[in-house]
Structure formats: structure tokens, C-alpha cells
């Protein structure tokens, strides 16, 4: 069981019967009464988030996320199967699962597959990924990086804002975080 001391960012609590992780969180020691945390937590199972306040002795079970490194290997017609490393198990993972982090997915990459409780509820992504321009309009002789920028669509179908200097085939690496350009490979 955890307490109300326990709970920071990245937490995954069982509360009311759902699995949920801590989004966000905010200690209150108001002047009058009791101090509390209100935290926004999102849940697993549904991708829904609420807003929910603890005091003091409320109490919510403490569960043991555990990331495993995989390779993504395909997408089916509703599944991304990413494969385990160390036993070659295969996970099957529904793409409402894997969210807008699809665009950043290349067959043949490492990625971590997030478990809680056995049950697999998404990936975590490298901060930088590095994929290729498939199609973009062609450079300018001149062009710098100190330029403007121009759309490029990625291999995965995303598109990003690139220098004008970036032609088609160029390898490119992307800010998860962001969905930014990095840097030209």
C-alpha cells in the first residue's frame, strides 16, 4: 500500500479498481485544515485522465512498472508486435495503446514496452530517433542551416519542419519529445 507521500510523476497506482499513473501532482498545505495532494492521473487501461485529491490516510496500491527492451517487427492490421530481447517473446500491442508515439516506430528499432501487473500498456521512446526523408522538395545550392525550413515527410509517414539544405534519402534525427529536427546524420 502507498500513501499520499508516495505519489510523484511516473507513479503507476492501482485506484478504483483501475491501473493508473501519476501525470502530474500538486502538494496543498492550505492555512485552515488538512494538507492534501491533487493529482491528475491517467489511466492505463483507457487512456481517459482525471483529476483526483488524496489526504492524508488515503491509501492506493503501489504497482511495479517494469520497461523491456524490445524490437519493433511489424504492424498487423490492428497490433504493433514489438519482440522481447532476451526471450524473444512477442507482444502484441493495439494501436490506441501506442498513441500518437507511431510516428517515431522503424521496423528493426529498440524501443521499451512498458508492463504493469503483466499487462503491457504501451512503449517508452528514445529521446532522439533518427529516420529518413522520403520526400521533400529539393535544396537550394546557398541554403544554410541558418535559412528557413521546409515540410519533409519522414519514413514513417510523419511530417516535420527540416532546413532547406535537407533533400530526399537524407537521414534526419528527431526530438521525441518535441517532434522536432535535431540534426542532419
Do not use: C, W
Request: charged fraction near 30%; charge should be negative; proline fraction near 3%.
Amino acid at each position: 500500500m502507498g500513501s499520499v507521500s508516495d505519489l510523484r510523476k511516473g507513479l503507476i497506482i492501482g485506484f478504483d479498481k483501475s491501473i493508473y499513473e501519476v501525470v502530474d501532482f500538486l502538494h496543498v498545505n492550505p492555512g485552515k485544515g488538512q494538507a492534501f495532494v491533487r493529482t491528475t492521473l491517467k489511466n492505463l487501461e483507457t487512456g481517459s485522465t482525471i483529476k483526483q485529491t488524496f489526504k492524508k490516510g488515503d491509501n492506493f496500491e503501489l504497482l511495479k512498472l517494469e520497461e523491456r527492451e524490445t524490437q519493433y517487427l511489424y504492424k498487423d492490421d490492428i497490433n504493433y508486435i514489438f519482440m522481447d530481447m532476451e526471450n524473444f517473446e512477442q507482444y502484441a500491442i493495439e494501436e490506441s495503446k501506442i498513441g500518437s508515439t507511431k510516428a517515431y516506430l522503424r521496423e528493426g528499432m529498440e524501443y521499451k514496452v512498458r508492463i504493469t501487473e503483466g499487462r503491457v500498456f504501451g512503449i517508452s521512446l528514445p529521446n532522439f530517433v533518427t529516420l529518413t526523408v522520403t520526400s521533400t522538395e529539393p535544396g537550394v545550392k546557398g541554403n544554410t542551416a541558418q535559412g528557413g525550413t521546409k515540410p519533409a515527410v519522414l519514413e514513417t509517414g510523419t511530417t516535420v519542419k527540416v532546413p532547406l539544405f535537407i533533400d530526399e534519402g537524407d537521414e534526419v534525427v528527431i526530438d521525441t519529445r518535441t517532434g522536432d529536427y535535431s540534426e542532419r546524420k
